[in-house]
Structures are given as structure tokens and as C-alpha cells.
């Protein structure tokens, strides 16, 4: 399997690895590298100090190429982006922010650039920007989410016709079918993260991914639209604020409700009732917690048993 | 192209044509089955002698199979379902309502009976109840749609894992790549909407297929969520809608806006400002307005394009 995407990150299969909080350390993303995809730690959960050691421990776990997802938002953003130059990374997902506050200091290093959008005006940009490629990420994926609320069966082909570098489909993808046919939607490669969070080497706590494997069609919910609308299941905590809108609530009770660091509380210390899950719709189809390794094999050998079904179309 | 839908429906290609309100005439329908298609009149917007003229209309224009879509939630559904059985109507697309109600009923008279569902639980209500096969309709669907928000990408492989009955995917699909991604992710067949809406043979007011071909993405928006989740374009009437939402409206302020018959006047009589365009993500994609022949031969083409590029995969 070759195409851009694997020749851009010289990587064996076009899968990417989504840069979670409080998911993506370097046992998921070393994994996620040593089995042929592109793994990516996730630095928006993560102190600089905390970047840099898991940098490190990733080189120690893999040969392999894997970078590093940025949130631009990011307080010590400075710091971070020192860190990776330091470190050698040679690929960086930025997201959440301005791709042309950091793509061009990036590229002078020699690093690959990828940015994240949710639209067609955010992937042109990009583009605009220098990036090498763009994440594509529809309304049904997990977590923080676009406000035009595109979904990903139409958000590839609608920015197909309007940029000509690669792109990665994000949202809805768990198995080999959802990679064929974001391909055939015109995607060169796919970014995974529920199914990865749901994986052995995933640093989320036992209790989060029980809950992705409990979770049915119907149970995660795109919310908090007031302030940065956010895929979640639905648990206690999105009962409170489902609360809130039924008593027409203000951004202000929103924000007091959300506080700080509920997304720790849920995925990293495992308070399933208290904590903001951040989880994708396609959870639905998970049922079980494999080592990365087996969650390729299964992608690998689906893609290729749908292939052969499309021969017989 | 041989499948449990184009058997089902004795067609030659699985393209189903959604039964739309104001847009979904004999003209459109016949137009459909000629073209190797399923053709559906839309009754949701016809008074039953109405309906029963264009059933009268398309028999003499179509010696190929075509249907009827019906709103179980229609205020004269006796005389409509009367209506079917007397014209000898042999296959009935039901939605918006519980399919409990008719399916054993138009069973018994021999019709093929498909309901349209949003979610995973009324997937298996319908089949339950005894339908021939069902339509998995995404998020980004255009007119009403389901609460549960589910996109076409996860809302097909979902509904896989748990009926048995045949699938047609709705919502997103206006290309021979998306019908190829469908049939990747699960389905057997497909149901197209806004495309058929801007042909030449839809009943739709020209302003409203001019509406159409002008969509980029992000131009509409699922809304009214109080009331029946509605996706619109954005126009006036949405944008006097978003202006009640952030007066902390009502659901009676929303309905006394809403009104009646507002979809009639913008899809049907052409005021584009005031009307109700409900149309989908995907008219994004469609940028001109074509006879059905010429776009099932566009479908068809791209369909085998796109299934040569994956041989090659």
C-alpha cells in the first residue's frame, strides 16, 4: 500500500494515530509506529517538561517515524515547539488554532506540517499556510469538533474539489471498511482515535475504556456549543448540562460547570460519572480492548476482504 | 449490479430516489425508474387526490417499477394508504412514524414495504415489525431528521452489526464515489435526495434548484431541534431562527415562526428568503442541474472510475 500519505511520513500503512489527551503517550504512539502506521503523541495533555520525557521514550521504543499533535491554543506553546525542534521531531499535527502562526517556523526545521480542519475554509488556509497535509475530522468524531458541523461522508469529498494537497479522514473510522471507504471518498490516509483509545497501550484508565466498549449508537452527543463544542458520552456530567440548557443557562453557568480539568478526571483517573469522556460516535462498533498490534491485523485484513467484495461489485 | 436491493425492487441499478417534499413529483419518479433506478412520489406534500393523479401521471410514464413514500404521520394516511392499495402500488417507502402501524397491513396487500430510520433502534423496531428492508438516514441528510445525530459513516456499519434485513444508505450521498463508500461501509443500496432535487425533472422551484447549486459547505445547518429537527439552508427564515435561539426563545415562539407551509414557499414557490429550503450537507458537491438521465450515467461512470482505483489499492 503506497500513496502520499505513506511516502509523505514513510510510514507502511496510511494510518494515523489520533494525538489524544490524556490517550497518547509513548506506549500508544512507539506501538502504533512499530506497526506500521504513524503514531503521534498527544502534547495537548502534557506539561513540556512531561512532552519532553515522552519524546524520549518513544525514540527508546520504536526506529519508526512518529510526531507529535500540537493543540496552537496551548499556554506554554513557545516551549513546546523548542522541545520538538530539540528533540529532532520531524513530523507535527497542529490543531485547534491558526495554521499560520507556526507552520512556516516549522518548516524552515525540515518538519512535515499536518494541520487538522473541520471545514472547507479551514483546509484552504491550511493550504494557503504551507502545511504538507491536512486532517479532515467530521462532525461524528470525539472531542473538540468544527462548528459548521460537516460530517466526514461529506466533508472529504467537498474539500477534494477544493485543495490539491493529501488528505487524512478523521471521524467515524474504526475498522478496515471505514478506511476504504474514506479513501474512496477520496482520503489518502485515516486518522483513528477512538479505537486506539480503546487499546492496551492507550494511557486512558481502565474505567474510560470500559466505557467506549459499553457505549452504543445514540450515546455521545456534540455539546457545549457556547464554548468549544465537544463530542462526549452521556454521562452524569453531560446530564448537568443538559440541565443547564433546559433552564436556558448563561456561557458563564456553562463555563462554571465545566471548571478545570474534567477531561483528566474522566479519561486519565477514570471518573466515569464526573468526568467529560471524550469519545467519537463510531464507539459504537468497538467491543473489546486489543493490543495495537491486533487492531492492525483486523484493519489490515478487513480493508482487504472489502477490496475483493469490491471486485465482485 | 445484482443485489438484494436491485432484486428487491426489480431495478436495474441500487439508486433509490428520496421521496421529497414539493421536489418528488411522477415527473422526477418516472424519470428515476427509467433511468434504471427506484422512482419514489412524494405524498407528504400532496393531497390524496393529488397523489392519486400522479400515480396515474407516472404508471403512463414508466413501465419500470417506481413507489410511494409516506409520512406515517399524515393527517388523511387512510385515504392515502387506500389510495396505494387501489392504484396497485406495489412498493411504499414509510417514515416519520412507527412502522407497527401500516406494515402488516400493506404486507398483507402484497406491497414491499421500506422505512426510513435514523438510528439503530428503530433500525430494528422496523425490522421487527416486518419491513423488507430499511433506509439508515446520516446527520447530514437534508429536511427531517433523527435526535440521536448519528452521520451516514457510523450510522451504516452500525446498523449492520445488529439486522439482517437489507440496508440503503441516505444522507451525504450525490456521487458514484459516496454509493461506492456506502456499499463499502455496509449497504446494499442507496437513497439520493438533494441531487434528484436539482434536476431538471424535479417539481422544485427553479430559485430553490438555483439554492441548490449555490451551497458550499457549511451553508447549512439541523435546527429547530424543540420542535422536528429540520436541515436548512441558511437564509432569512434561519437566520430569524438563530435570532429567537439567542433570546432564550420558546418552543410556541419557535412554532408561531415556523408557521405553516413554509417549506411549499421556498421549495416549491421559489421565495428563497422566507421559505423552508431543506436540503443536504452534500449540495455542496452538485453544481449544476441536470436531466436524471445524465446523472445516473454521471453516477454510474464515476461508480466504476472509483471501483478501478481500488483494484489498483
Chains 1, 2 share one sequence.
Not at 510510514?11 to 506506549?27: A, E, R, T
Not at 496552537?72 to 490543531?95: H, N, W
Not at 483513528?192 to 452504543?216: C, M, P, R, Y
Not at 456530567?237 to 462554571?256: A, G, H, M, V
Amino acid at each position: 500500500m503506497k500513496n502520499s500519505i505513506t511516502e509523505l511520513f514513510n510510514i507502511q500503512y496510511p494510518i494515523i494515530q489520533g494525538g489524544m489527551v490524556w490517550v497518547s503517550g509513548w506506549k500508544l504512539a512507539s506501538a502504533v509506529s512499530n506497526a506500521g502506521g504513524l503514531g503521534l503523541i498527544g502534547a495537548g495533555s502534557m506539561h513540556p517538561s512531561t512532552l519532553q520525557e515522552h519524546i524520549k521514550k518513544c525514540k527508546n521504543a520504536t526506529n519508526k517515524p512518529f510526531g507529535v499533535n500540537v493543540p496552537l491554543l496551548y499556554p506554554e506553546i513557545d516551549k513546546i515547539m523548542q522541545i520538538i525542534v530539540d528533540e529532532g521531531i520531524k513530523i507535527v499535527f497542529t490543531s485547534a488554532g491558526n495554521p499560520n502562526t507556526w507552520t512556516s517556523f516549522l518548516k524552515k526545521k525540515s518538519i512535515t506540517v499536518v494541520h487538522v480542519v473541520s471545514s472547507v475554509k479551514f483546509a484552504l488556509k491550511a493550504e494557503k499556510a504551507g502545511v504538507d497535509a491536512i486532517v479532515c475530522e467530521g462532525f461524528e468524531a470525539g472531542g473538540h469538533n468544527g462548528r459548521e458541523e460537516t460530517t466526514t461522508f461529506t466533508l472529504i469529498p467537498m474539500v477534494k474539489k477544493e485543495v490539491k494537497i493529501p488528505v487524512i479522514a478523521a471521524g467515524g473510522v474504526a475498522s478496515g471498511k471505514a478506511m476504504l471507504a474514506a479513501m474512496v471518498l477520496g482520503a489518502e490516509g485515516v486518522q483513528i482515535g477512538s479505537l486506539f483509545a480503546a487499546t492496551i497501550e492507550s494511557s486512558a484508565h481502565q474505567n474510560f475504556k470500559d466505557s467506549i466498549i459499553a457505549v452504543k449508537e445514540g450515546d455521545t452527543k456534540l455539546t457545549l456549543k457556547e464554548l468549544a463544542p465537544v463530542r462526549l458520552i452521556k454521562n452524569s456530567f453531560y446530564n448537568q448540562i443538559e440541565q443547564l440548557y433546559q433552564n436556558n443557562t448563561s456561557k458563564q453557568e456553562l463555563k462554571n460547570l465545566l471548571g478545570k480539568g474534567r477531561a483528566k478526571k474522566g479519561i486519565f483517573e477514570g471518573d466515569i460519572e464526573n468526568g467529560e469522556l471524550e469519545i467519537g460516535q463510531i464507539a459504537g462498533v468497538i467491543d473489546k480492548i486489543l493490543p495495537v498490534k491486533a487492531v492492525f491485523k483486523e484493519i489490515i485484513d478487513e480493508f482487504n476482504t472489502v477490496k475483493a467484495f469490491v471486485y465482485r461489485l
